[in-house]
C-alpha cells in the first residue's frame, strides 16, 4: 500500500498491527502495548494508521498510481485499552480518482471501540517518482509479520518537539522513519503530531489529563522537507471545546493538513 513502509523500517510499521484474512475480508488486528497508549487508551493516532491500511490495501493495487489519503475522521470511545481491537473495511464508493471507506473497529469481546471514515485520491506515479510497493492483496499478512516493535512511548519514537503546550504548538522534522514510500510525512504520523498538539493544549490551560477522541483530518498537501509545526485554535472557553490545528511545512510556510479535535478529560 502506498502508505506502508517496509516491516521493522518505519515507526508506522512497528505499532504492532497483524493482517489476516476472514471470508475473503480484510482483517486488521492490533494488540495494544503500553508504547502506543496514552493514559491507559490507544491513542486515536494508532486507530488512524489502522483505519488508512484496512481502508486502502483493498484499494491500492495498480502499482502505476498512488492512493493517498485525502481525509480521514476518527471517532474513538475513551475506554481501557482491550487486548486486542479487529479493523474492517466497507468500501462506499470507488472511482476512478477517488475512493470512499467506512471502517468499523471492535473489540475482542466484540465491542465497538471506533469507528473511522475515510477518502482516497488516486494520483498516477509520474516516471521520477520514489519505487511504490506492489504487494498483491492475498500476501499482505505477509507484510506484517516482523517482530520489530517500538522501544519506547510513539511520541518519543517519533520525535514530537513541544515548542508551547499552552499554544499547542508542537513540531517534528520529517525524517526517512516518518515517511512513507511516497517520500512524505506518514498519514498516521500526521494525525499524531495534530493529536500531540491537542492534547499538550487542553492539558496544559485547564490543568488535567486528557485523550483526543475524535480527529477529522484533511490532506492538503504532501511534506516533503519540514520540520513540521502546528498552530492551533480553541474553539471555545471549556475543557469540551473543539480545537483547529493546522500543520505548516516550516520550508514552504504552507499548511500541509488542517485538522479539527475535541478531547476528554482522563478521571
Known sequence: MTDISGPGVSVPSRLGVTARFEDDDLIIELRPRPEVLHHGMVRASVLAFV????????????GNVWTLTSDMTVRMRPIPAPARID?????????????TSLVELITDEG???????????????????????????????????SPTLLTRLLREEAG????????????VE?????????????GAMVALLAEAAAEDL??????????????????????????????????????????QIELI???TAQVTT??????????
Open 51 to 62: 483505519i488508512d491500511v484496512v481502508a486502502g490495501i483493498p484499494l491500492d493495487q495498480d
Open 87 to 99: 479493523a474492517a473495511s466497507t468500501i462506499l464508493r470507488q472511482g476512478r480518482r477517488s475512493a
Open 111 to 145: 465491542t465497538p471501540i471506533a469507528a473511522g471514515a475515510i477518502g482516497f485520491a488516486k494520483i498516477p506515479r509520474k516516471p521520477d517518482d520514489p519505487p511504490k510497493p506492489n504487494v498483491p492483496l492475498g500476501q499482505i499478512p505477509s507484510i506484517f509479520r
Open 160 to 171: 514530537i518537539e513541544v515548542i508551547d503546550a499552552m499554544e499547542g504548538v508542537v513540531q
Open 174 to 186: 520529517v525524517t526517512a522513519d516518518l515517511r512513507n514510500p511516497a517520500g512524505t510525512l506518514q
Open 202 to 243: 487542553m492539558a496544559a490551560r485547564f490543568g488535567s489529563p486528557v485523550v483526543v477522541t475524535d480527529l477529522d483530518l484533511r490532506y492538503l498537501r504532501m511534506a516533503h522537507v519540514g520540520p513540521v509545526r502546528t498552530r492551533s485554535r480553541l474553539l471555545g472557553t471549556g475543557p469540551d471545546a473543539p480545537i
Open 249 to 251: 511545512d516550516t520550508s
Open 258 to 267: 488542517l485538522v479539527y479535535a475535541r478531547t476528554v478529560t482522563v478521571p
